[in-house]
C-alpha cells in the first residue's frame, strides 16, 4: 500500500462539459484537477494569474527588431566565417540592438 498524507479518498462524478470546466480551471490556476477541486471544496479563493499584456503596437516593433537583430546575427556569422573574426564595434552594435529591444520588451510588460 501507498504510504499518504491523506488516508481518505473522496469520489464524485462528473459531465463531460463539467469535467472540461473543471480542467479549464484547473490549468488557469496552474493546478491538477484533483488538486484544484480539494482546495475549492475546502473553501479556497484561487486567482488565476494575469498574462501579461502587450499592446499590438509594441509587440509589432519588437517583432520588427528582433528581425533586425537576427539579421545582424547572421551578417556576423557570414563575416565571421570569412575572416575568422569579428570586430568590436559589430559586437557594440549587437549589444545596443540587444538593450534597446529588451528595454521595449521591459515597458510593454508593465503596461
Do not use: H, Y
Not at 501579461?52 to 539579421?71: C, F, H, M, T, V
Amino acid at each position: 500500500m501507498v504510504n499518504r498524507k491523506e488516508s481518505r479518498q473522496v469520489n464524485f462524478r462528473v459531465n463531460d462539459l463539467e469535467f472540461e470546466r473543471l480542467e479549464q480551471m484547473a490549468k488557469n490556476a496552474q493546478m491538477t484537477v484533483p488538486t484544484f477541486c480539494k482546495m475549492k471544496a475546502q473553501g479556497a479563493r484561487m486567482r488565476t494569474p494575469k498574462p501579461p499584456k502587450i499592446d499590438n503596437e509594441g509587440a509589432k516593433e519588437i517583432a520588427r527588431q528582433l528581425r533586425s537583430i537576427g539579421n545582424n546575427v547572421n551578417q556576423l556569422a557570414k563575416a565571421t566565417n570569412a575572416r575568422n573574426s569579428v570586430s568590436d564595434d559589430e559586437l557594440q552594435a549587437i549589444q545596443k540592438e540587444l538593450e534597446a529591444i529588451w528595454q521595449l520588451f521591459s515597458e510593454a510588460l508593465q503596461k
